[in-house]
């Protein structure tokens, strides 16, 4: 993302940083004192993020991108300022992960209908016209004053659960 003039406040790069703090602190807590009551998250990340740290055969069969669920069986979690660690089981074989904060693309918690998306800018221009337009049923919203905001400075935002509900 090109630099902010010094006459503009660069409110989707504060945002962005400060729900990855959200994370960061909510992660901490359950490394801390565990997940309570039905708490569980979803988490999508970049697995070609260079500090993102993951099995080989990991790696080969989520190339771009990989959602891990933190609920029932995980161990080791560890959070720093950077991102965090955890072993998860995958099919009866534990692996270890290290997810950076930078690499996280959506983070759910189905429980309390809560979740963020970060939109990667990268190469992308910060012309409104040149993004994507949002999924079907996508809340353009925060969860702090619930208003509307334009698409061109939002770098994260509240998604929908719609895709992680499981059919009746």
Same mark, same amino acid.
């Given at each position: ?10 409110y989707g790069?504060?945002?962005? /940083?400060?729900?990855?703090?959200? =994370?960061? %602190?909510?992660l ?5 004192h +565990? !997940?309570?009551? @039905? ?15 993951l ?32 072993t ?9 992960? /290290?997810?950076?904060?930078?690499? =996280?693309? %959506? ?7 809560? +979740? !963020?998306?970060? @939109? ?13 337009p ?17 698409p ?17």
């Amino acid at each position: 993302m090109p630099d902010t003039p010094p006459d503009t406040i660069a409110y989707g790069r504060l945002m962005h /940083r400060a729900m990855r703090g959200l =994370i960061q %602190t909510v992660l901490q807590d359950v490394a801390d004192h +565990g !997940l309570p009551g @039905e708490h569980h998250f979803f988490v999508t990340f970049d697995t070609r993020h260079p500090e993102a740290d993951l099995a080989p055969w990991l790696i080969d069969r989520y190339p771009e991108e990989m959602t891990i669920v933190i609920q029932h069986w995980y161990d080791g979690l560890e959070v720093d300022d950077e991102g965090f660690s955890i072993t998860l089981n995958f099919g009866d074989n534990p692996e270890s992960l /290290r997810i950076p904060f930078d690499a =996280i693309l %959506t983070f759910v918690d189905p429980s309390v209908e809560f +979740g !963020l998306r970060f @939109e990667t800018r990268g190469a992308k221009s910060d012309d409104p016209e040149d993004d994507p337009p949002p999924p079907d049923g996508d809340e353009r919203r925060t969860r702090a004053d619930d208003t509307a905001e334009p698409p061109a400075v939002r770098d994260a935002e509240v998604v929908s659960l719609d895709r992680f509900r499981k059919p009746h």
